[in-house]
């Protein structure tokens, strides 16, 4: 019986005072959301583990250590499956040389500058194995291929087993205090790849790598925000003029919500969650 004269007790209150309730947690809501600004995505995979995880722990280390692994990775499929023809060479070889201007890029690594050791008698040549295609004669082309699919370093790599389907992987080094960087290099590789394609459309092309990961994690992220939350906002009000057959109770509805979203965003602005 106490418990209940309390709750009546302060609905009364609330009752009586509703206007300088009302006025104060909208001041409240509103300055809470101003957190809203700190908000930030994080597209980094590291964040799928905990901090001590020892693999992720040992993988840093040997980033440290030599260098990191972050790439774009392209594969070319050309439609008549066959990657050792002087006009897939070549396309390779022109994307390879487009590649190095990717932002941020370190290393480029394709059939085009594959470094090459052949050997002539006691001396020792080091070239790359498929450069200048349309001035090779079709015996080059030949020594190209049976290089390329006896090479342990290529096969599974930069070619499959098949000689069907090659790659073009884009080693890059991203700051490590940006979030834009995974975003600045992925668009650029998407524009690279599609002015690539015009001209050879005879090539079908996949991107692939771990900055299109992280960079498509941000994507779809603010993807959800532009989609999924006018849907859930949509659902709710339709969900409440049915149940309760009034434009009124919807609109407070909708207004409750979007002050509740607004506070906890912004309280998680300024916790510093990402």
């Known amino acids: 019986m106490e418990k209940n004269n309390r709750i009546k007790n302060f609905a009364e209150f609330v ?6 309730i009302l006025i104060f947690a909208i001041i409240i809501a509103m300055a809470a959301g101003s957190g809203g600004r700190n908000l930030k995505f994080n597209n980094d995979y590291h964040i799928f583990f905990d901090k001590d995880n020892p693999q992720v722990l040992a993988f840093d ?16 499929s050309p439609k008549n499956g066959n990657v050792f023809t002087k006009e897939t060479l070549a396309a390779v070889e022109e994307l390879e040389q487009m590649a190095w201007q990717v932002p941020y890029s370190t290393r480029v690594d394709a059939l085009s500058n594959y470094q090459h050791t052949r050997s002539v008698g006691d001396d020792m040549y080091v070239e790359p194995l498929a450069i200048d295609m349309e001035n090779k004669s079709d015996s080059a082309l ?34 490590a205090d940006s979030m834009n960087a995974p975003m600045e290099v992925m668009a650029y590789v998407r524009n690279m790849v599609k002015e690539w394609g015009e001209k050879y459309p005879d090539h079908e092309t996949h991107i692939s790598g771990i900055v ?14 532009a989609t999924l939350v006018p849907l859930m906002f949509l659902l709710i009000i339709i969900t409440v003029l049915i149940t309760t057959r009034s434009i009124t109770s919807a609109f407070i509805s909708l207004l409750v919500l979007a002050f509740s979203i607004m506070t906890a965003m912004g309280i998680a602005g300024f916790m510093g969650v990402e």
């Open 15 to 20: 009752v009586k005072r509703r206007w300088p």
């Open 61 to 76: 280390g040997l980033q440290e250590k030599y260098t990191k692994d972050d790439n774009a990775f392209i594969t070319i």
């Open 142 to 175: 030949a020594y190209i291929k049976t290089i390329a699919l006896r090479e342990p370093a290529l096969i599974d790599r930069l070619i499959n087993k098949t000689g069907s389907v090659t790659a073009v992987n884009v080693t890059v080094n991203l700051p």
């Open 212 to 225: 299109m990961m992280n960079g498509a994690f941000a994507e779809e992220a603010m993807g959800d925000m």
